[in-house]
Each structure stands twice: as structure tokens, then as C-alpha cells.
């Protein structure tokens, strides 16, 4: 098929996706046509990226330094500065881990870490949901994989029971707080099964760390289970309020990745500034008690109410899908609440399973209970309409 044809049938079906111009502003609000809207999009979970009086700070802290604004090289060459083996080791020293390898992003590192940890001989087992970045890996490893039902235990240790006999190393594979459905994953359990049969754990705390945990260091501290898992990977780009992603491992492993992982090997290292940015944050993180209760109250809020609206929820985390089923229909509702001042976005196939598109929403330290009443109340009279679809779609 032709590319334009494809591009045509995206459209149809109303999975086309295109590039919206918006603006962050101070506060957490955004700029979008030149207007200003509030956002229940953003991964900006504790208003980090958002937040001027930080970055006012952050400067004023380092006016003494020499950040530069591009590294121009790969870590393997020059792109290695003293920034990065601070970050490294600060971040090392809060988990409690030999080690950590500071990568460009959450992409970079399961892509990486994926296809360059398991070895030929070794069995991968990954949760159906995990993200793309994960699946994308584990179609590059030398490793053998299969995906057993998402959140589904007992599926997984009978995928145990079967297999690990026949494997070097097995490696379980999962995200902590899943990004399209607000459910997190049982660490405890996943810890359980991987002593019981002898295995490697990796968590991807991508939407988890900063927002959980007493120190921010995600769902595995605020479970007591740090110590158990083998690998963390952290991408920087949500509750952080930065960029890149960290990987917390054994020294020997890290060392390994140095030599075999190409996603690190080859590619520019991000720019110092960038990194000091990170390592300023990461500071703020593990004091923001206040912003992690902020967030939950306002998660709790959202749910409460959303229950009296008599809109479905299933998640009790911050992350809120509301399940619409149909690609128009989504979309219809979406372009609705933009109307309303109100960004959100439209997820669908195959970024979620057909028939399962979602408004999915954030909801950040940031929101006011007026805000959240304010999106409820649009959805709620949105979905009572069976007209908006086909008024609002082309």
C-alpha cells in the first residue's frame, strides 16, 4: 500500500495523528491558539516543568558554573562531563545500588537495556501492557520473550513453572504504574515469584518515581522493595520535570552496558545542562512531601467526584482513562472539552487495544478542585449527548 493510502485509511478510521503547537506557561496552564487553556495532559505530575520560580532558582544556583548547552560528543568519547558522574552517583547513593547509568531517554534505556542485558539462552517474560519502548526491545534481544496477561500472577508463574528450566537467566519485565491505564503493578508479588524461582526483576518506574514513595524514589520505596529488584529504570521526563532516564543496577552490569548497549554507545550524550537541571531536581524530589500529598488529595478528589457524576473510573492513581470505546467518539469529545478551554488528550489504537479509545487524564499537584469539577462537568454533559460525534468530527 502506498504511503498516501495509508495516511488516508488513518484518517477513516480516525487514528491520524498530527502535531499541536502548544505552550507551557508558569503554573502548569498552557498556550494553545493563542489561547489559554488548562491541561490534564501533561506528565508534569508535581508542576516541576512548570514551575519558574525553580528554574529562577536553578540558575542562580549555577551562575557560578559552566554548563554547556551541548555535549557534542557520545559518553564514550567527550560527552562524559564531572556533571554526570555526580548525577550517577547521587542518584546510586538514594537507591542504595552499586550503581547507575544516566541515558538520553525512557526509549533509550529499555531499548538498550532490552537488548543488550539478556543473553542468548535467556528468556525474557514481559507484561502484556508494558510500553512500546519495552516491546521495541524486546524484538531487538538476543533473548527469547514471551508476554504473559497483564497483571495476571498466576499466568506468569505458570510461565515459570513451565519454562525456567530451560533458560540461563529469566528476566521479569514490568512497569510499575502502567501509562494508558492508571494501574500499577504488584511488586510485592512480582518479588515473591522472582525468589521463588530464581530470577531477575527489571521495574520501569517511568510515571511512578517522584510521586511515590517517602523520598519520590517511586512505587518500588513506597513498597518496601527496593532492595529486591535487580534493575530500575527511571526515565526523567514526568514527575522529575527533566529529561534523559536513569538505570540503577550492579556495577558489573553497568560496566556491561558501557561496552554492549548501543542505544548509549551511539549517540550524543545529553548536554551538561541538562543534566545539572536533573541533578537540582532530583534534590527538590526527595523533600516534596508536600507536592506528593497535593496530588493525592487531588487524585482523591477527581475520583470522588467523578463517582457522584457517575463517570466510570477504574484507576486510583493519578493517571485517569475514561474509556469511550470509539476512535470518533473520543475524538469528538476531546475537540469538545479544547473548546472549553480544556487540553486532553485522545488515545487509540495502537497505542491502547481497538476499542478501548480513552481520554486518558492527568491529573498534577498543580489542579484546583475547580479546575477538576470543570473537566468532570464537560465529560459528564459530553457523554450524555449522542450527538457530539457526528457534529463534532468530520
Given amino acids: ?34 489561547k489559554d487553556f ?32 551541548g555535549s557534542a560528543s557520545s559518553r564514550l568519547l567527550e560527552g562524559h562531563s564531572s556533571i554526570c558522574t555526580k548525577l550517577e552517583n547521587t542518584i546510586a547513593s538514594a537507591y542504595g545500588k552499586q550503581a547507575c547509568l544516566w541515558m538520553n531517554s525512557g526509549y533509550h534505556a529499555n531499548i538498550g537495556l532490552m537488548s543488550s542485558l539478556p543473553q542468548k539462552g535467556d528468556l525474557i517474560l514481559s507484561d502484556k501492557l508494558n510500553h512500546a519502548s519495552i516491546v521495541d526491545g524486546l524484538k531487538l534481544a538476543k533473548a527469547q520473550f514471551e508476554r504473559f496477561r497483564h497483571l495476571d500472577y498466576d499466568h506468569l508463574e505458570r510461565l515459570l513453572k513451565k519454562h525456567r528450566d530451560n533458560f540461563n537467566k529469566v528476566f521479569i519485565v514490568s512497569e510499575a504504574l502502567f501509562s494508558m491505564d492508571g494501574d ?27 510521586a511515590f514513595g517517602e523520598n ?27 529529561v534523559g532516564a536513569f538505570v540503577v543496577l550492579s556495577a558489573e552490569w553497568k560496566e556491561y552496558l558501557i561496552n554492549t548497549c548501543r542505544s548509549f554507545i551511539y549517540t550524543t550524550a545529553l548536554p551538561p545542562i541538562n543534566t545539572a537541571w536533573l541533578l537540582f531536581t532530583w534534590k527538590k524530589i526527595q523533600k516534596a512531601g508536600s507536592l506528593r500529598s497535593q496530588l493525592e488529595d487531588n487524585t482523591n478528589y477527581f ?16 493517571i485517569q482513562p475514561i474509556i469511550i470505546g470509539d476512535n ?26 481497538k476499542g478501548t479509545a480513552r481520554l486518558r487524564l492527568s491529573i498534577t499537584s498543580n489542579h484546583t478542585k475547580k479546575e477538576i469539577d470543570k473537566v468532570l462537568d464537560m465529560i459528564n454533559h459530553y457523554k450524555k449527548s449522542e450527538t457530539h460525534a457526528d457534529t463534532l468530527v468530520k
Avoid at 515469584?193 to 521495574?203: D, F, R, T
Avoid at 470518533?328 to 487495544?353: H, M, W
Fill in 38 to 69: 488548562i491541561s490534564f495532559t501533561s506528565n508534569d505530575y508535581l508542576g516541576i516543568a512548570s514551575n519558574k520560580g525553580l528554574q529562577e532558582a536553578f540558575l542562580k544556583e549555577n551562575q557560578s558554573d559552566f554548563f554547556s548547552f
Fill in 303 to 318: 475520583i470522588q467526584k467523578a463517582k457522584e457524576s457517575g463517570i466510570d473510573t477504574v484507576s486510583t492513581t493519578y
Fill in 1 to 34: 500500500m502506498e504511503l498516501s493510502q495509508q495516511l488516508s485509511a488513518f484518517k477513516e478510521t480516525h487514528q491520524y495523528r498530527s502535531l499541536k503547537e502548544i505552550d507551557r506557561k508558569d503554573g502548569g496552564h498552557v498556550q494553545y491558539q493563542g
Fill in 216 to 242: 519520590g524514589l517511586g512505587l518500588c520505596e513506597a513498597e518496601g522493595k527496593i532492595e529486591n529488584i535487580d534493575v530500575i529504570v527511571a526515565p526523567c521526563g514526568k514527575a522529575l520535570g527533566a
Fill in 328 to 353: 470518533k467518539d473520543c475524538l469528538a469529545l476531546a475537540e469538545a472539552l479544547n473548546q472549553e478551554g480544556i487540553i486532553v488528550s485522545a488515545i487509540r489504537y495502537p497505542t491502547v487495544p
Fill in 184 to 210: 500499577c503493578c504488584d511488586v510485592k508479588k512480582l518479588v515473591a515469584l522472582k525468589q521463588k524461582y530464581n530470577c531477575h526483576l527489571i521495574i520501569d518506574e517511568a510515571h511512578s518515581v517522584g
